[in-house]
């Protein structure tokens, strides 16, 4: 009988990992990788099992995390090489499924096939794959819904699985504190508590308008829906280039963005690599969506239709600027950006003029952004910045979600 299945991969302390080997003389020792001490105030990223043991944790300063424990090794984040084993994640991923949901540059869904022994049998080839090529340890919970296959890799241990299907939510996940839940952040979690809903099990017995009422927003539903296991997304993004149906790119910024030039900024430097790989690709997009994270990791999506099909960024930004202010507010930093575009076709298909369009200005505007690939291309990603880039420093975020020499990483400023 085939099973609806669904695994979430979390790579242990990531980039702690992957440091650890090709540093052979930091294993086994108290060591953080952090941010640069300009850069998000030089947070800790990430940190090693022993470091974690001195009550060192993520996202603290790496000044506080010396005064904890002053012979602390801190090591400096090394973007290119992180997202290259990001790549390599995903393509050995590929090897056993054709959908996967990335979440970060270290955690990703991965649809699954078959009875739950195939299911379980795919999922130690690929924690055993990952091993072998990458030396990487991985957590892995696997369940029928997206919300409980990730609480599953929360519970299980380095390189390990978690099985928790939906018949195991009264026993496994009820009881489990409400901000275990995905999407639940501190400040949500701090208002479902202050209604008395201090675990799952609380969320998912209680009405669902009583939750909005409490939230104040018909996330609340949503919410509702996942605490009960009834999630049905399913894992639809195809990763193989080939089959490709939407081009996007996203990252966890090194520190929070928390005005508009900020968000604009950081939706140029995101929309060169998205415009970039579908001109490469020959296609357009006819959706634009934009995903925010904020610095209390609630995350949505929203998209519109674009006026007309494209693939250049003077097209993109200025549609997901209007998207972002129509449907955010700043009232908390964003933490984590991306931008899609989606319901591809051909460059160059048949539509219908607008109009007041001005197709020769449009021409020459494409001219000018092939010539500006074909130029960092050639010369380096560097080589040629937008003026909104060039008044403040960039620094540490990989905007190109990609390796290469071309790559230009740098943070908003």
Same mark, same amino acid.
């Given at each position: 009988?085939?099973?609806?299945?669904?695994?979430?991969?979390?790579?242990?302390?990531?980039?702690?990992?992957? #440091?650890?080997?090709?540093? /052979? #003389?930091?294993?086994?020792?108290?060591?953080?990788?952090?941010?640069?001490?300009?850069?998000?105030?030089?947070?800790?990223?990430?940190k090693s099992p022993l470091a974690k043991s001195y009550g060192i944790k993520t996202a603290i300063s790496i000044k506080e995390a010396l005064s904890?424990?002053?012979?602390?090794?801190?090591? /400096?984040?090394?973007?290119?090489?992180?997202?290259?084993?990001?790549?390599?994640m995903r393509e050995i991923i590929l090897q056993h499924t054709d959908?996967?949901?990335p979440f970060g540059s270290d955690e $990703?869904?991965?649809?699954?096939?078959? +009875?739950?022994?195939?299911?379980?049998?795919?999922? #130690?080839?690929?924690?055993?794959?990952?091993?072998?090529?990458?030396?990487?340890?991985?957590?892995?919970?696997?369940?029928?819904?997206?919300?409980?296959?990730?609480?599953g890799s929360d519970l299980a241990p380095n390189n390990g699985v978690c099985e928790l299907w939906n018949e195991h939510r009264e026993k496994l996940v009820y009881p489990l504190p409400v901000g275990d839940l995905l999407y639940v952040g501190a400040s949500t979690s701090e208002r479902l508590t202050k209604y008395g809903i201090r675990t799952i099990g609380d969320l998912a017995n209680s009405e669902p308008k009583r939750v909005c009422d409490m939230l104040k927003s018909k996330t609340g539903e949503h919410l509702w829906v996942m605490a009960n296991g009834q999630d049905k997304t399913r894992v639809e993004h195809i990763e193989r280039i080939d089959d490709a149906k939407?081009?996007?790119?996203? +990252?966890?910024? /090194?520190?929070?963005? #928390?005005?508009e030039d900020d968000v604009r900024a950081a939706l140029y430097m995101f929309s060169e690599t998205v415009a970039q790989k579908m001109k490469e690709a020959g296609v357009e997009a006819t959706t634009l969506s934009i995903t925010v994270r904020d610095n209390d990791?609630?995350?949505?999506?929203?998209?519109?239709?674009l006026p007309r /099909?494209?693939?250049?960024?003077?097209?993109?930004?200025?549609?997901? $600027?209007?998207?972002?202010?129509?449907?955010?507010t700043l009232n908390r930093p964003i933490r984590t950006?991306?931008?899609c575009g989606s319901n591809l076709v051909a460059e160059g298909s048949v539509f219908q003029l607008g109009l007041f369009d001005d197709e020769e200005k449009r021409q020459k505007q494409v001219r000018l952004e092939r010539f500006v690939d074909r130029t960092r291309e050639r010369f380096g990603q560097s080589i040629l910045k937008r003026a909104v880039h060039m008044e403040r420093t960039f620094k540490g975020a990989n905007a190109n979600n990609d390796h290469g020499d071309s790559q230009l990483f740098y943070v908003y400023r």
């Amino acid at each position: 009988m085939s099973t609806r299945a669904v695994c979430h991969l979390d790579a242990n302390y990531f980039y702690g990992q992957i #440091e650890a080997i090709f540093r /052979p #003389e930091i294993r086994g020792k108290a060591f953080v990788v952090g941010g640069d001490q300009e850069s998000r105030k030089g947070i800790v990223l990430t940190k090693s099992p022993l470091a974690k043991s001195y009550g060192i944790k993520t996202a603290i300063s790496i000044k506080e995390a010396l005064s904890i424990y002053p012979n602390l090794i801190v090591i /400096p984040a090394n973007f290119p090489l992180y997202s290259y084993f990001s790549d390599r994640m995903r393509e050995i991923i590929l090897q056993h499924t054709d959908a996967i949901k990335p979440f970060g540059s270290d955690e $990703m869904w991965a649809q699954l096939y078959g +009875n739950r022994t195939t299911v379980m049998k795919t999922v #130690e080839n690929i924690r055993q794959d990952l091993w072998k090529q990458l030396c990487l340890t991985v957590s892995i919970g696997v369940g029928d819904n997206l919300p409980y296959a990730k609480i599953g890799s929360d519970l299980a241990p380095n390189n390990g699985v978690c099985e928790l299907w939906n018949e195991h939510r009264e026993k496994l996940v009820y009881p489990l504190p409400v901000g275990d839940l995905l999407y639940v952040g501190a400040s949500t979690s701090e208002r479902l508590t202050k209604y008395g809903i201090r675990t799952i099990g609380d969320l998912a017995n209680s009405e669902p308008k009583r939750v909005c009422d409490m939230l104040k927003s018909k996330t609340g539903e949503h919410l509702w829906v996942m605490a009960n296991g009834q999630d049905k997304t399913r894992v639809e993004h195809i990763e193989r280039i080939d089959d490709a149906k939407s081009f996007s790119n996203s +990252n966890t910024l /090194p520190y929070d963005l #928390e005005t508009e030039d900020d968000v604009r900024a950081a939706l140029y430097m995101f929309s060169e690599t998205v415009a970039q790989k579908m001109k490469e690709a020959g296609v357009e997009a006819t959706t634009l969506s934009i995903t925010v994270r904020d610095n209390d990791l609630h995350s949505t999506s929203r998209q519109t239709k674009l006026p007309r /099909p494209t693939n250049l960024v003077a097209d993109f930004v200025p549609a997901a $600027m209007a998207l972002f202010k129509k449907h955010y507010t700043l009232n908390r930093p964003i933490r984590t950006l991306g931008i899609c575009g989606s319901n591809l076709v051909a460059e160059g298909s048949v539509f219908q003029l607008g109009l007041f369009d001005d197709e020769e200005k449009r021409q020459k505007q494409v001219r000018l952004e092939r010539f500006v690939d074909r130029t960092r291309e050639r010369f380096g990603q560097s080589i040629l910045k937008r003026a909104v880039h060039m008044e403040r420093t960039f620094k540490g975020a990989n905007a190109n979600n990609d390796h290469g020499d071309s790559q230009l990483f740098y943070v908003y400023r």
